[in-house]
């Protein structure tokens, strides 16, 4: 069974601080595609960010970056130069290739940038 | 392009009672699936529907039920409330051949 680990609860930063939000998971497939939504109060989930275990470069996309290790099962997100509009919750997510649609999901890292 | 829709958006129901929730897809979007999101349990998968065939099923009574129509829109039932059915249902659409979900802002069922 695949699992999913946010340990980090709650984050409090100030505007312009940078923060990582952690991630660590377990699979036993060697397919498998990771993935970070951000869960604004509204409820909608928003997709930020997808990366298959194939790939373990490291990218950067404006103020987010990801960081991939597969020796240390860990898919930690970057959010440099905070701003208050990123205020919500950060959900990690696992699917399988042989299940696209079946994501399994960290409870959730709350972060709360403050002005 | 116009994003995953639920309807509606708020629900009240009373024990026993059944509902059904709807959700339109992202246009050319071929798979819905719904997941349920409680304080409690977080995140958890319901099922999977794509070309009106249920693909996947998660871990829940058979209280739960889904169907997909030929436009892809899809419903989802819940017979017999529980007060435990309280969350938020969101539901997700992906493109055929892609990896990522696409989700709705969800239906908030409240359960008294």
């Known amino acids: 069974a695949q699992k999913v680990t946010q340990a980090q609860t709650e984050i409090s930063v100030v505007e312009k601080e940078d923060v990582t939000l952690d991630c660590v998971y377990e699979t036993r497939d060697t397919t498998y595609y990771l993935f970070w939504y951000k869960q604004p109060p509204s409820g909608e989930l928003v997709f930020l960010i997808r990366r298959n275990s194939f790939d373990e470069q490291n990218e950067i996309s404006g103020r987010y970056s990801w960081n991939f290790q597969k020796s240390t099962s860990s898919f930690n997100f970057t959010i440099t130069a905070s701003q208050v509009v990123d205020s919500a919750v950060y959900f990690c997510a696992l699917s399988l290739n042989s299940g696209y649609s079946t994501l399994t999901f960290g409870k959730g890292t709350m972060l709360l940038v403050s002005p | 392009k116009a994003g995953v829709t639920q309807t509606p958006r708020y629900l009240i129901k009373t024990r026993g009672q059944q509902v059904t929730l709807s959700c339109s897809p992202i246009s050319g979007h071929r798979s819905v699936s719904w997941y349920q999101q409680t304080p409690g349990q977080g995140l958890q998968f319901l099922f999977e529907y794509f070309s009106e065939t249920q693909r996947n099923k998660g871990n829940f009574p058979g209280r739960f039920s889904g169907r997909q129509f030929s436009n892809s829109r899809s419903e989802m039932n819940v017979s017999t409330l529980e007060l435990g059915d309280s969350a938020l249902y969101l539901c997700?659409?992906?493109?055929?051949?892609?990896?990522?979900?696409?989700f709705g802002p969800g239906t908030r069922l409240t359960v008294t």
């Open positions: 997700a659409s992906r493109r055929e051949g892609g990896t990522e979900q696409y």
